[in-house]
Each structure stands twice: as C-alpha cells, then as structure tokens.
C-alpha cells in the first residue's frame, strides 16, 4: 500500500511569504501530526489531527497552522516565514492513536533565503 | 517535564557484530509506548520496535531488541549482526495520551565493513 505522501519535497521561499505544505496519509488513517526537524532543536512537535479536529498543539506560534480535510489528507501553513523556519518538516499518520507507531513521510525540505 | 536523553550523538560498528545504543526517558505519565525510529539518509523515519510501557516483556523484531527498564527509566536499543544498510540515524522516542511524540536528539550509526 502507498505510505504517507509529502509534497512537495523541496522548497525555497523568501522571508515574509508564506507556505503551505501537503501531506497524504497512508489509506485509511484518521491521525496525523506534523513535526519540525532541525539540528539544533531536533524533532519538535507541531500539532496533531484526527477527523478534521486539531487534538493537540505544540509550542509554536500563531504563524503555524494546519487543516485536515475529510478524506483524512492535512496541509500545515507558515506564514510571514522567517529565517528560523528552514527546516525538515515531517508529517505522520496512524491508524487510531500513536500508541501504535505513526507511519512518518519523507518530509518537505523548506529553506527560506 | 517530557525528556529523552540520547548520550550518545555517534556510535561506529564492525559490519556483523552487535552494538547497543542507549536511551533514557522521563515522564510522569504512568501508561505511555517507546519506539526505535531510524532514518536513513533518505529523510524517512522508520519504524525500528516498538515497546509497551506495562509490558515487563521485552520487544524483539529480528535483529533488534531492546532492554526496558521501566523503573530506571531506560530503553536502549540492541542490533545484532550489524548490516550496511543499518547506517543511518536513530531516535528513541515515547507517546503518551496526548498523540505527542518526545524525541532525543538521536545518535548516528555508521555500520563499517
């Protein structure tokens, strides 16, 4: 079966666009989360989706949001980019809860100049 | 405060023998999963094991193992018959009821033939 669909796999924005970036959970799961990967800050969480319903936020600011449509697929958007923001951003979807271990994607590689 | 501590940011191994990589966690939750996620140059983070916290039993998938020490707090991870392809970087991890991942900062396995 296809795995989780992150896209696109590289981006390269100015300081102040903004972003939006997509991901497809693997057939079937209803949870999916977002974190950011970086080297000095290693893997942070973003928020969390289930059902179209935001379960659970990390400690981001408002800049940072995401959706979760009905077919289960999420976008997560940053807005007025900073420097700070390049990063590795990686979505996860699971089945029920992630007691079960999230199925992660190869992630969006965002670099902001 | 949800922690995981990963001391070691490098580790090295001879192609066919074990290595074991350590993990210690601190959590107040008492019902929380640990997890093994490697990821491989190509960004995806992959299920290694996985591990039930009231399990006392511990979690084997082929070549990898871990030893649970709940009282302890540590979960280190052992892989046997080291592979090339076992190369890559590798995060301890544990999710409680909030469907939020706590990473470590992850120790890099280069696998040496």
């Not at chain 2, 990963?6 to 074990?18: F, G, H, K, L, R």
């Not at chain 2, 995806?44 to 511990?58: F, G, S, T």
């Not at chain 2, 280190?76 to 991890?93: E, N, W």
Request: with cysteine; aromatic share 14%; proline share 4%.
């Amino acid at each position: 079966k296809a795995g989780v669909t992150q896209t696109p796999r590289y981006l390269i924005k100015t300081r102040g666009q903004q972003v939006t970036l997509s991901c497809s959970p693997i057939s079937g799961h209803r949870s999916v989360s977002w974190y950011q990967q970086t080297p000095g800050q290693g893997l942070q969480f973003l928020f969390e989706y289930f059902s179209e319903t935001q379960r659970n936020k990390g400690n981001f600011p408002g800049r940072f949001s995401g959706r979760q449509f009905s077919n289960s697929r999420s976008e997560m958007n940053v807005s007025t980019l900073e420097l700070g923001d390049s990063a590795l951003y990686l979505c996860a979807s699971s089945l029920i809860e992630g007691n079960y271990g999230y199925t992660f994607g190869s992630g969006t590689r965002l670099t902001v100049v | 405060a949800q922690t995981v501590t990963q001391s070691q940011p490098e580790m090295s191994v001879q192609e066919a023998e074990t290595v074991t990589l350590s993990c210690t966690y601190d959590t107040s939750e008492s019902n929380y999963y640990l997890f093994w996620y490697k990821q491989p140059p190509s960004r995806q983070m992959i299920l290694v094991i996985r591990q039930e916290a009231y399990k006392q039993q511990n979690a084997t998938e082929n070549r990898f193992s871990v030893n649970f020490q709940k009282a302890a707090k540590s979960f280190s991870l052992k892989i046997s018959d080291s592979q090339l392809g076992d190369t890559a970087m590798y995060f301890c991890a544990f999710i409680t009821h909030g469907n939020q991942f706590y990473f470590g900062t992850g120790t890099s396995l280069t696998v040496i033939p």
